[in-house]
């Protein structure tokens, strides 16, 4: 299990290698990492001991949450291909240039 209480995001790589070993993750409940994760993830405030060890023990005691949040990681981690992360860039620098230049 990756516990990874963050203030920073959205693109955290430990959440994808997570995810790449099949392991589930318990992550901050943030702009950005929100989004990242999805449902594949507990999310939990990163200034609230109380509410990551809560999720902690939940994934502890539920082997089938446990499972089930690796399982929507490996699906969220296929959506990381060259491929898709050469369509997201294009796509930005597209509408970069619709802005004009500096």
Do not use: H
């Not at 290698?17 to 449902?39: K, L, M, N, Y």
């Not at 446990?66 to 860039?89: D, I, K, N, W």
């Amino acid at each position: 299990c990756l516990v990874m209480p963050t203030f920073f995001g959205p693109t955290n790589i430990p959440i994808l290698e997570a995810w790449a070993f099949g392991c589930p993750v318990i992550t901050s409940d943030i702009r950005g990492v929100r989004e990242q994760a999805g449902d594949a993830a507990l999310l939990a405030d990163p200034r609230s001991p109380e509410m990551i060890a809560e999720a902690i023990r939940e994934i502890w005691t539920d082997p089938g949450l446990c499972e089930a949040l690796a399982q929507r990681g490996r699906v969220r981690l296929s959506g990381y291909t060259p491929a898709e992360f050469r369509r997201r860039l294009v796509e930005i620098v597209e509408e970069a240039k619709a802005y004009g230049t500096c």
